[in-house]
């Protein structure tokens, strides 16, 4: 389910939304009256939808197999659905109905839900839609992570980059909405400058031309963030991207690892390729709950050692020799302790 429907047309056949458009296929292949072809033909039940009434319709417990292509090109930025009966369904609906056909399957099955627009958002340097984009993500994260049994159900959430985008100021104040703008002006410029920033993209001033933003919204769905290099579309970053695993075994996911572990670890938890055997085996299983176990020790250790520092410096804080101790011995002991917490917290 998504968008791109020209990719599924031959030229020459109307778009069933946008009847001045066409399909793009060169083949003259219509791949989704094949598609639907093909699963008859085998003996299977298929939908094809294009709309949230048709979607609405679906009944998963007579779906084996279900295609939903909801927009000629990408699907629209989640601000801008259009969420009446002939518009597109969300990215939680999407899953949720996914979720419906593929439990129906004994022997499991393999779900796999992005967000792909948050990646435009943000090559867009439009900080308002990449958000938006996220918050819908996440509401997807909490429907399936509630909708499945997590005893025997891994899930990864994760990136396969990062993007450009930064936070800058020298004073914004604790509150200050994050589409907002710094409190202090730019030495150079004497300009206000919104908190979000972007390394490169679409939003670059050059300094000959450089505008006050501040005439503009922030948070309007359509700003554009400032960028340091002008680029017709903001590049990846390069940095470390989270990955965050809940589930059967998902406590093989930690520290610092290359991308291709992913791929590893999976097999690994799902008794796949070379690990095909291991959930049949009693001695890998109990190994494997010792490490778990471990696991779980060594972070209450984590949480017992950063409750014990904040306690501790709680403690220095209001105690009476807190009057006793010079202002600067003070602060810098304070700061240390403070560094501690947190390195704890990161480690």
């Known amino acids: 389910m998504g968008g791109g429907r020209r990719h599924w047309l031959p030229q020459g056949t109307r778009d069933p939304e946008y009847k001045s458009e066409e399909g793009r296929r060169q083949d003259r292949r219509d791949l989704i009256e094949q598609w639907l072809k093909d699963k008859k033909k085998r003996g299977h039940s298929a939908e094809y939808v294009w709309n949230k009434a048709q979607f609405n319709k679906i009944d998963a417990q007579k779906t084996e197999f279900l295609l939903g292509l909801f927009d000629y090109s990408h699907l ?4 801008d659905r259009d969420q009446g009966i002939f518009g597109d369904p969300s990215l939680s609906d ?9 439990k129906k399957n004994p022997h499991g099955y393999v779900l796999v839900v992005e967000s792909g627009r948050i ?5 867009y340097n439009n900080a308002y839609r990449a958000l938006e984009e996220i918050v819908a ?3 997807a994260v909490t429907l399936v992570t509630s909708s499945v049994n997590i005893e025997e159900t891994i899930i990864i959430v994760t990136s ?3 993007q450009v985008m930064t936070f800058g100021g020298a004073g914004t104040p604790r509150g200050n909405p994050i589409l907002g703008y710094d409190i202090y002006p730019s030495p150079s410029s004497g300009m206000l400058y919104p908190t979000i920033l972007f390394g490169s993209g679409p939003g670059h001033q050059s300094s000959e ?3 006050n933003t501040t005439r503009l919204s922030s948070g309007s769905s359509s700003f554009i963030q400032p960028s340091a290099i002008l680029r017709p579309w903001s590049t990846h970053g390069g940095e470390d991207v989270p990955l965050y695993a809940i589930g059967p075994r998902s406590f093989i996911f930690h520290g610092t690892q290359d ?3 992913l791929a590893h670890g999976l097999a690994y938890a799902m008794c796949l390729g070379p690990f095909k055997d291991n959930c049949g085996d009693a001695t890998w299983a109990k190994e494997d709950d010792q490490v778990e176990k471990g696991c779980q020790e060594k972070q209450l250790l984590r949480e017992r050692n950063k409750e014990i520092n904040i306690w501790t410096l709680s403690a220095i804080l209001s105690s009476s020799a807190k009057k006793q101790l010079s202002n600067t ?6 700061i240390v302790l403070i560094i501690i917490v947190i390195c704890d917290t990161n480690k």
């Open 76 to 79: 629209d930025f989640d601000s």
């Open 94 to 102: 999407m899953s949720q109905k996914a979720l419906e056909i593929l």
């Open 119 to 123: 990646d435009h958002a943000y090559h």
């Open 137 to 139: 993500f996440d509401e």
């Open 160 to 162: 396969d980059h990062s």
């Open 209 to 211: 031309k450089l505008q």
């Open 259 to 261: 991308q291709t572990f």
């Open 329 to 334: 011995f003070l602060i810098y002991f304070t």
